[in-house]
Every structure is written in C-alpha cells, then in structure tokens.
C-alpha cells in the first residue's frame, strides 16, 4: 500500500521540512518541482498559479519544453492544464496521441517528447493553480503515481498559501513603516499632529486613486532627493 510506505512517507517528510525552510511562492514552487521529478519518476514537472484576473502564471518548469506546452495553452485559451485550473478536477492524458478532448492540444505536442501528462489542481478551498506533470512514455503513470501526486499537490497549495499569507504580511509591514515614515516626514515639515498628516496622505490618496503605499513612497523619496 501506498500510504504504508516508509520511504514514501519519510520522503514526504524531509520534502514538508524543506518546504518550511523556503521562503517565498517560487522558492516553494521549485523545490516542490524537483521533488516531484524524483518522486513521482516523470520526466518535466511545472506548476502553474491562477491570477486574479483569469488566467494562470508558470512560476516553475524544469524543462523549456513544458514552459512551451504551457504558454501555448495560456495564448490559445484551452487544453488540459486549463481545464484542471477552472474545474478543479485532475486530468490524466494517457496518450496525447490517442485523446480526443483536446485536438488542437494534442496536434501540438505530437512531435514534442511527451508521451503522458498528469494535471493535479492546487487548493485549498480555492483554486490556487496546478501541478503539471509530464511522462516520457504513454500510459507512463501508474495508479500509485497518480496518488502520491495528489498528496504532493496537497503538500503544494498548503505551502503556496502560507507563501502567499507570509509574503503579504511583510508587504503589510513595509507599507506601516513607509506611511509612518511619510508621516514623520509631513509632521517635520508642516508642524503637524500625527491625525493630521494621515489626513493629507489619505486624502492625496483618493483624489490621485493611488495606493496609500505608494504616496507614502513619493513622499519618502522626495525627500531624499
């Protein structure tokens, strides 16, 4: 049994430390590539994030070849990475060349060396995107590789969620410490209270339609100059 391996389990292991040590959405992103290579015995591993306006983003490939596969679903607008994305439901392509569900697909990666591909949304109650794996050989994974796929991708969308919550919060805390600095900059200058210099970064704010961060940021650098 699958779940009963030791070296299965102990694999997931060192990859859960790793993934703790990493810090930031493509460095989570690659490590979990790599691992997937040995793991799962594929040749090409990417993943692909969803954008918040549509669409998804490669932010890893171990292969030119698969960033190439990738970026001609994302221009065309279809193909099984695709359709993992917007169903949330894995998709397997035994053979490209036998898979009637995506024609334009398949005509495009027939001369390319892939033989199978496995698509595994990311989520977490959401669609965060999809782990892509690609075989040398049709019918090149087995049901064991599809299962151990899915717990990597479970792996995965936990650790790009806590990227991404991580990497907001020091976005948070970095726009505090420029708008405090904005604030200081103003109450110097102008002899005013802390209320007061807020006041005129918010208002600057909604007149311009900037980001409070970023006037904060003009403000700073204004200074300096």
């Known amino acids: 049994m699958l779940g009963s391996d030791p070296d299965v389990a102990s694999a997931f292991a060192r990859l859960a430390v790793e993934l703790h040590s990493v810090s930031g959405i493509d460095e989570t992103a690659d490590a979990v590539a790599v691992f997937a290579l040995s793991a799962v015995g594929c040749r090409y591993v990417a993943i692909e ?36 994305l917007s169903t949330g439901v894995a998709v397997h392509v035994a053979d490209p060349a036998t898979d009637t569900r995506w024609p334009l697909w398949s005509r495009f990666v027939a001369d390319l060396p892939v033989g199978s591909v496995l698509h595994v949304p990311l989520t977490t109650g959401e669609p965060l995107g999809v ?76 007149e311009t339609r900037t980001k409070l961060r970023d006037v904060a940021l003009e403000v700073v650098n204004t200074r300096n100059r």
């Open 49 to 84: 994030l969803a954008r918040a306006g549509g669409g998804a983003e490669i932010v890893a490939a171990t292969d030119p070849v698969v960033e190439r596969i990738l970026q001609w679903q994302l221009t065309i607008g279809d193909g099984p990475m695709l359709h993992a």
């Open 131 to 206: 782990l892509s794996l690609y075989h040398a050989k049709p019918q090149g994974f087995t049901l064991d590789d599809e299962a151990i796929a899915e717990i990597l991708a479970r792996h995965t969308a936990i650790a790009v969620a806590t990227a991404r919550h991580t990497t907001a919060l020091v976005d948070q805390m970095d726009a505090r410490r420029l708008i405090g600095q904005a604030m200081g900059i103003l109450m110097e200058r102008f002899g005013l209270n802390g209320d007061q210099a807020y006041a005129i970064l918010r208002r600057y704010s909604q």
